[in-house]
C-alpha cells in the first residue's frame, strides 16, 4: 500500500513540475521580454536624438550657421510681445510670445529665434521688438547689428533689459565670442 | 502593290512578360492607394501655432496640451458662423470647468469688427485674429464655421464642416469622450 501510494505520489510531483517549471519560465519570459522592451525603448530614444543632430547638422552646417537668441534681464519697463527679424533686409522670423513665454524668459530663460543659413561676409541684422512700454503704452523699437560672417557658426543674442538711469527698456544686439 | 503595313507580334514569351508587369504595376498601385487611404484615416497632431487674440493676449495652441480644445474658425460675414457660435458658447460653459478650452479663430481683416461681434454674441472663449489667413491654411479651411477636436494629446480627432455641427449631440459626445479619458 504504501509503495502504491510511494509511487502516486512520485507520479503527481513528476506531473505538477513542468506545471511549476512553465509558471516559473512564464514569470522569467515576462521579465526579460519587459528588460528587452526597455532597452530598446532606450534605444530608440538615443536615436532620435542622434538623428535630431544629424538633421541640424546637415540643413545648417556649422560652416554657414546662424542663430539669433533672445533674452530678457529684469522686464520692468517693458512687456514683450513680439519680435521681428530680418537679415540682410529679408525677413526671416517672426515669433509671438505668450505669458508663459514671457515669464520663462524674466526667469533667465533663453530662447532660439532663429536658425539659419549665410554666406561669408558683410551683413546685417534688424530686429523689431513689440510689446508694452512705460507708461503702460504700445511700444516698438528696433535694433540694428552690422557683423561679418566667417567660416564658422556665428551666434547672436538679442537682449532686452531695464535701464533704471533712463527708466526705460533697453534692446542691444550683441555677438557671442 | 506590297502592303506597307506591318503589325510587330511579340513572341509568346515576351507578352507574357508584359502581362506581368503590367498586373505587378497594378498591384502596386493599389498598395500604394491603400497606405495613401491608411495615412488618411491615421489621426495627425494638431498644427501648433501662435495667435493675438482680442483681449487675453498672445495664445498658442501646445500650451493648451492637456486639455481638450475646440477650434472654430468663423468670420463676421458668416450667416452660419452667426448661428453656431452662441451655441459653442454653450457648450463652453458647460463644460469649462471639466477641462475644455474654446478657441475662436476669427478670420477677419478688421479686428473691431470681429471684437464688436464677440461683444454683441458675448462670447465668453477667446477670439483670436488670423486676418492674414495662416493657420487657417495650416488647417486647410476652404469654408466657414469649420469646427475641429482636439484631444489632450493634440492630436486631431474630429473635424465638422457642417453649419449644424454646433448644437449637435454628435459634437456633445465627442467632446465628452474626450474629457472623459
Known amino acids: 500500500m504504501n509503495r502504491i501510494f510511494t509511487s502516486a505520489l512520485l507520479v503527481a510531483l513528476l506531473m505538477a513540475l513542468p506545471a511549476i517549471a512553465g509558471e516559473n519560465a512564464a514569470v522569467e519570459s515576462f521579465r526579460s521580454v519587459d528588460e528587452d522592451a526597455q532597452a530598446l525603448k532606450k534605444e530608440v530614444l538615443a536615436l532620435n536624438r542622434d538623428l535630431f543632430v544629424l538633421e541640424e547638422e546637415l540643413l545648417f552646417p556649422a560652416n554657414t550657421q546662424i542663430a539669433v537668441f533672445v533674452s530678457m534681464d529684469v522686464g520692468e519697463f517693458f512687456r514683450l510681445d513680439s519680435v521681428t527679424l ?8 517672426n515669433y509671438l510670445y505668450t505669458e508663459r513665454e514671457a515669464e520663462a524668459l524674466l526667469k533667465g530663460g533663453v530662447h532660439r529665434l532663429y536658425l539659419g543659413n549665410l554666406k561669408t561676409g558683410d551683413h546685417e541684422l534688424v530686429a ?47 555677438e557671442w565670442e | 502593290m506590297p502592303d506597307t503595313h506591318t503589325t510587330t507580334v511579340l513572341p509568346h514569351a515576351a507578352r507574357k512578360t508584359s502581362v506581368r508587369r503590367r498586373l505587378a504595376l497594378g498591384l502596386i498601385i493599389i498598395a500604394v492607394a491603400c497606405c495613401i487611404d ?86 465668453d472663449f477667446p477670439v483670436l485674429m488670423d486676418a492674414d489667413g495662416v493657420v487657417s491654411r495650416l ?7 469649420r469646427i475641429v477636436v482636439i484631444d489632450r494629446d493634440g492630436v486631431m480627432r474630429h473635424v465638422h464642416d457642417s453649419p449644424d455641427a454646433a448644437g449637435s449631440d454628435v459634437l456633445v459626445e465627442e467632446i465628452v469622450a474626450l474629457l472623459g479619458n
Open chain 1, 86 to 93: 530680418k537679415v540682410d533686409d529679408k525677413e526671416v522670423a
Open chain 2, 139 to 145: 488647417y486647410a479651411v476652404e469654408q466657414v464655421p
Open chain 2, 38 to 123: 491608411e495615412v488618411r484615416a491615421q489621426p495627425s497632431t494638431a498644427p501648433d501655432f501662435a495667435l493675438r487674440s482680442l483681449e487675453r493676449g498672445n495664445q498658442r495652441l501646445s500650451e493648451y496640451r492637456g486639455d481638450v480644445v475646440v477650434l472654430s474658425f468663423w468670420a463676421s460675414w458668416c450667416g452660419d458662423c452667426r448661428r453656431a457660435l452662441p451655441e459653442l458658447n454653450d457648450l463652453y460653459a458647460r463644460h469649462r470647468d471639466a477641462g475644455l478650452v474654446m478657441l475662436g479663430i476669427n478670420l477677419d481683416r478688421d479686428a473691431e469688427r470681429a471684437r464688436e461681434f464677440a461683444r454683441v454674441l458675448e462670447l
Open chain 1, 128 to 174: 523689431f521688438f513689440t510689446g508694452e512700454g512705460p507708461p503702460a503704452r504700445d511700444y516698438r523699437r528696433g535694433a540694428t547689428l552690422s557683423f561679418a560672417k566667417n567660416v564658422g557658426a556665428k551666434y547672436l543674442e538679442l537682449r532686452i533689459s531695464d535701464s533704471e538711469r533712463r527708466q526705460q527698456p533697453e534692446f542691444i544686439v550683441e
